[in-house]
């Protein structure tokens, strides 16, 4: 009888062996490549995350203003 070999895909799919299996050795670290597109969508997300935070923050400092403005002019006669 005889030994049946396993399939070439089943080999593949196991993994490398060797100094890749371990992660050094055999590639060193990748080099970040930005240019001015992903500067500009992290730009972009920046401001999709953060404009509700900062509308907030700013705009009830203005709501601040406006109420002691309307304050003083209608109680201190300024």
């Not at 299996?21 to 490549?33: F, H, I, M, T």
């Not at 992290?42 to 900062?54: R, S, Y």
């Not at 406006?66 to 109680?75: D, G, M, Q």
């Amino acid at each position: 009888m005889t030994e049946q070999q396993p399939d070439a895909r089943v080999l593949k799919s196991t993994g490398p062996t060797g100094p890749q299996a371990s992660g050094r050795g055999v590639r060193g670290a990748a080099v970040p490549d930005f240019d001015w597109r992903d500067f500009l969508a992290m730009v972009v997300a920046a401001f999709q995350v953060l404009w509700a935070p900062i509308a907030l923050f700013t705009g009830g400092f203005f709501l601040f203003y406006v109420l002691a403005w309307a304050w003083l002019r209608i109680f201190a006669g300024g």
